[in-house]
């Protein structure tokens, strides 16, 4: 016999009994665990071969300050020190969003340069950059498909650099910022983000309960995830699934609290399957930050057999 119910918790609800302060709070910390992740999970990739900031996989973790950081990462292997600079056409100019081991003095210029100058032809020419000891200092301009500006890359060396590799850097770089700005100019510019929400169905049948989640399953919907698992668990049914097929968004914080799941369930010697699809963007997620091995996951819960390991 089976038994059925299910809830809802938006963000708001959820987080109701939290000031609003304390709401962004939780989402300026996620992201900054995110791009954590992120570029954790890339990072040897990045210092082997810089054209992974313009691969798909990355890019569709990445953010834009991740893309910023991925940047400047894979550009220690090319130069001793580096600045990003990000052009905004509104006003014409450039600004520093990420940089490594340049002197203030030589950051200093740069933003002296961008007030005094048209931004288009600093980003062609370069500024006069005093050399502060460096014995090579290049400019490398970012641009898009269609040539516009994105930004400007300079790239410091102590000792005669390759300039081959330094562009090649260069035009992976531009490729990862290109996509970031389609990435914005595809979003409704006046509509204000939604707040994150999911909805947990549960049902069990026989020996197996399972835990569908549909939506979002961030640090805003985590804890009502949480709680559904410890009712799962603790009434003591042999076998717990988590359907996540139709998750759209797996944030870092939904990984963990899978793996916190899974820790729970073999506490209680209750076998725990994830039940996700191959291509399914949880199951990327999961796979890119390096949980697969941790989890258990299937792409259909009948793969199950009874005595419930994994059919092959």
């Keep these: 016999m089976s038994t059925q119910h299910a809830s809802a918790s938006a963000a708001g609800r959820t987080l109701d009994p939290q ?3 304390a709401h962004q709070g939780l989402i300026d910390a996620e992201m900054r665990a995110s791009r954590r992740a992120v570029l954790d999970a890339y990072r040897q990739r990045l210092l082997v071969d810089v054209t992974t900031l313009a691969a798909a996989d990355f890019l569709a973790l990445a953010d834009p300050r991740t893309v910023h950081e991925a940047v400047i990462l894979a550009a220690g292997t090319v130069a001793d020190a580096c600045t990003l600079q990000q052009y905004d056409p509104d006003i014409r100019m450039l600004r520093v969003v990420a940089s490594r081991g340049v002197p203030d003095v030589l950051l200093r210029h740069l933003a002296s340069a961008d007030a005094s100058a048209d931004a288009v032809a600093l980003a062609d020419e370069g500024p006069p950059l005093p050399a502060n000891g ?9 641009r898009g498909d269609d040539n516009e500006l994105l930004g400007l890359l300079w790239l410091l060396s102590a000792t005669a650099a390759s300039r081959r ?3 090649r850097l260069a035009r ?3 490729r990862a910022m290109a996509a970031m ?3 914005r100019h595809s979003s409704p510019a006046a509509a204000p983000p939604s707040p994150a929400a999911a909805t947990f169905t549960v049902h069990r049948t026989g020996d197996a309960v399972t835990l569908a989640v549909h939506g979002a399953l961030d640090s805003a919907t985590v804890p009502a995830f949480a709680d559904h698992i410890r009712q799962a668990v ?3 049914a042999p076998t717990l699934l988590i359907d996540l097929r139709e998750v759209d968004l797996l944030a870092v914080a939904g990984v963990r609290a899978l793996l916190d799941a899974s820790r729970l369930c073999a506490a209680r010697s209750t076998a725990c399957y994830l039940v996700a699809g191959a291509d399914h963007t949880a199951r ?6 390096g949980a697969t091995a941790l989890l258990r996951i299937v792409e259909d819960a009948a793969l199950i057999t009874p005595d419930r390991a994994p059919r092959r």
């Design 284 to 289: 990327t997620v999961i796979d890119r930050l």
């Design 19 to 21: 000031p609003r302060g």
């Design 134 to 142: 460096f014995k090579a200092v290049h400019a490398h301009p970012l």
């Design 172 to 174: 992976a770089a531009a």
């Design 234 to 236: 603790f009434a003591e």
């Design 165 to 167: 590799d330094q562009e």
């Design 181 to 183: 700005a389609a990435l």
